[in-house]
């Protein structure tokens, strides 16, 4: 049973979708899922997946579990106003992750899901990629949204430093060194989906690794929020 | 019966000393906590709320530590200075969550209870972001008071709020201490203080400055050497008689005209002037206090 607080994730699904923030959030699946649909009409079926690949998994992926995760904590951080929601009885724990569930299930509808969409419409011939590309991204997604919430309980410029991770440290790092598979999202998610499709290349860190290196981090992540918000400290204008 | 105890209380940030050795017992009724922008008010406050660990000494309620202790907030309402950036809710539903966060049996109820408190019950259906500074710090209130708490803590509660709203709240603060209620409440006005509180604790720079009924920290405040400027049609005639009067400890005449007087006792200083000035047959035509700031009483407080 996963402790949730049913007000505070209506509060920070509202804080997602009532800002400019939550119209981002829709417009990075948005853009994938048409640019999928103009390769479709323009090329043979199968032409163009990388974007599935390069594009879906590597980068919008990322960016919605970041905007996701860091929505539903962020501000509310920043202003102080959280402050409101921690002045109760219930456990910084608990409030933490019924923020997390909220980030988590968007990234999963606007980072993961649009991965089987787009991949349907570029190969409507191969599902098992495009269910590779969904389960891989659900648990890439997963992890990341969990480290993206936990980077915004320490940081105002979580959105930055999150941003910075995806690309230099996966993007740009993770395609010189190999090593550095073992210490990336992107990566055990890519291992997870290689396993449910052969035409999808595996890195190599096996999935056992994968997937337990996966949980640890969503786990530690999640905690680490909570306890960061069990040490909010209040401050003054003056 | 609920009261707030604060015993040796210091809290630093690297070399900074944000408030210094306070103890202090809040018990029920209300307290103002007084003191200049900056003397660690909010601080104060954050620590009696559990925001904030303290570096030094224990803070509890009724025995029970404060900090990482989230069941305190059952019997604890705050009300901080930040504003409520939830702006896309109404006001109800915002003193709805409260409600439910606090895990009430009859949230919608205690919710109406508190919107009719602080007489919110009409806006409460607009959204937060249209509300003026009054209203939003009322339905701050409603927030803090939707489960009835015990000890209501307030960050500068007036603040930009309108002299007719500010009646109210005031009204308000005094009627929660009457019935039994812990309220504290933070300001850095001394009249707003008087008009609520009974009990004050003056805060200064960090350090706990005077404690006590708010007539003898009145008397404090009033009865302090303080420096005037006195012009009037003939400067000379009225330092002789100024020097002559129990309550000037010095005259000096000033070279562009007018006398400096540096005055022991501001209480019957004020009420003899006329009467000298009169009696020595001198037209008063500037009276000047050249050491009023507030931060300047604070500091005599300190000094004294």
Redesign the interface.
């Known amino acids: 049973m996963i402790p949730i607080?049913?007000?505070?994730a209506?509060?920070s699904f509202?804080?997602l979708f009532?800002?400019r923030r939550g119209l981002v959030l829709m417009l990075v699946p948005a853009l994938l899922i048409g640019l999928a649909v103009l390769i479709r009409v323009l090329t043979e079926q199968g032409v163009g997946y990388e974007l599935v690949d390069s594009v879906g998994f590597t980068l919008a992926l990322p960016i919605v579990a970041l905007l996701g995760a860091s929505a539903v904590l962020g501000?509310?951080v920043d202003?102080?106003?959280i402050?409101?929601?921690?002045?109760?009885?219930?456990?910084?724990h608990v409030v933490a992750t019924s923020k997390y569930v909220v980030g988590w299930l968007a990234t999963l509808a606007f980072g993961a899901g649009p991965l089987f969409v787009a991949g349907m419409v570029i190969d409507a011939s191969d599902p098992q990629r495009a269910l590779g590309w969904l389960v891989g991204g659900a648990v890439a997604g997963t992890t990341y949204a969990a480290l993206f919430l936990g980077l915004a309980s320490v940081t105002r410029h979580a959105v930055v430093v999150g941003l910075l991770f995806v690309l230099l440290w996966e993007g740009l790092l993770g395609g010189l060194l190999r090593g550095i598979r073992w210490l990336d999202l992107g990566a055990w998610g890519t291992e997870v989906a290689s396993a449910i499709s052969s035409s999808i290349t595996a890195p190599g860190t096996g999935l056992t690794y994968a997937v337990t290196a996966s949980a640890v981090i969503t786990l530690g992540s999640v905690w680490f929020a909570g306890d960061r918000l069990?040490?909010?400290?209040?401050?003054?204008?003056? | 019966m609920t009261t707030l105890t604060l015993d040796a209380v210091s809290r630093w940030y690297g070399n900074v000393v944000a408030v210094n050795g306070i103890s202090m017992t809040v018990g029920p009724g209300v307290t103002g906590l007084l003191g200049p922008n900056g003397a660690g008010k909010t601080t104060l406050i954050a620590l009696m709320a559990g925001f904030l660990s303290p570096s030094a000494g224990t803070v509890t309620l009724d025995g029970e530590q404060i900090w990482r202790n989230t069941d305190v907030y059952r019997r604890v309402g705050l009300v901080p200075e930040r504003e409520i950036s939830f702006g896309y809710l109404t006001g109800r539903q915002f003193v709805l969550a409260n409600a439910e966060l606090h895990g009430l049996t009859d949230p919608g109820a205690a919710t109406e209870r508190a919107l009719e408190i602080v007489e919110m019950v009409d806006p409460a259906g607009r959204r937060i972001g249209t509300y003026s500074k009054g209203m939003r710090q009322r339905v701050k209130l409603a927030s803090a008071l939707v489960h009835d708490p015990g000890v209501l803590l307030l960050d500068e509660p007036f603040n930009g709020v309108d002299p007719r709203q500010r009646l109210h709240l005031m009204g308000l603060l005094q009627r929660m201490g009457a019935e039994g209620r812990t309220v504290l409440f933070s300001s850095h006005i001394l009249e707003e203080v008087e008009q609520v509180a009974r009990q004050i604790e003056v805060v200064v720079s960090g350090r706990h400055a005077a404690s006590g009924d708010f007539g003898a920290i009145r008397r404090l405040m009033t009865d302090r050497p303080v420096q005037y400027v006195v012009v009037s049609d003939d400067d000379r005639r009225l330092a002789a008689a100024l020097i002559a009067e129990p309550s000037v400890v010095g005259v000096t005449v000033r070279d562009r005209g007018g006398l400096d007087v540096a005055v022991s006792d501001l209480g019957s200083f004020v009420v003899r002037l006329p009467l000298l000035a009169r009696g020595a047959g001198v037209r008063l035509v500037e009276l000047t206090p050249t050491d009023e700031s507030l931060e300047s009483v604070f500091a005599y407080l300190v000094s004294a």
């Open positions: 607080n049913a007000t505070i209506r509060l509202q804080a009532g800002r501000p509310e202003d102080g106003s402050v409101y929601l921690l002045a109760k009885p219930v456990s910084r069990r040490s909010f400290t209040m401050r003054g204008d003056e």
